[in-house]
């Protein structure tokens, strides 16, 4: 997909040219999706479309896919999820910053943070309300946050290790002095 000023991200154009793709369509969204399925004009009719995008290019996959044309999809993703274990060292923006990642796919995403200090606990909360306002997705975070975001200060990195192995988060990020030892 193009950015706003119809730009092709030029990692995207990288990986294409190490993978040797000789074609390449700057489109996104929805209407891609149908021009992919159906093929126009100027984008050639594909038979597999794998890959993220919103709500809506989520539905349009599923709805291309129904179609009766010659076309798979991937799994239609669920709700998304983050769950970050964080210690004192982790720094609160970084934290907010991984919350927000998920928390911005839709109203039904999850982002909890489990830490082990009060005092980070207040500014990651802090640093999430900072973050919010210049992002385009901010209505659909606060959405998520207000159903489905929580902070959780636990006793020990023990009892958050046990707390997210009973979740089984879809992300998982941790933000503590020893990560490879949790």
Same mark, same amino acid.
């Given at each position: ?17 190490? +993978? ?124 998520? +946050? ?37």
């Amino acid at each position: 997909p193009p950015a706003k000023d119809g730009s092709v991200n030029p990692y995207i154009l990288v990986m294409a040219d190490l +993978l040797k793709v000789n074609e390449l369509y700057r489109v996104g969204g929805a209407q891609a999706i149908a021009a992919m399925a159906f093929g126009t004009e100027t984008v050639p009719q594909v038979y597999k479309l794998f890959g993220p995008g919103s709500i809506y290019v989520v539905a349009a996959k599923i709805w291309a896919a129904s179609a009766g044309l010659p076309l798979a999809i991937d799994c239609p993703p669920g709700p998304s999820e983050v769950l970050v274990i964080a210690d004192d060292t982790a720094p609160a923006a970084f934290v907010a910053a991984d919350l927000l990642s998920q928390a911005e796919h839709g109203e039904d995403s999850a982002a909890i943070l489990l830490t082990t200090s009060e005092r980070l606990a207040h500014e990651v909360a802090a640093a999430v309300l900072e973050q919010i306002p210049p992002l385009p997705t901010a209505a659909r975070i606060r959405a998520a +946050l207000e159903r489905y975001g929580m902070i959780l200060i636990l006793e020990d990195l023990d009892a958050c290790v046990r707390f997210t192995n009973d979740y089984a988060p879809e992300h998982l990020a941790l933000s503590v002095n020893e990560p490879w030892r949790w």
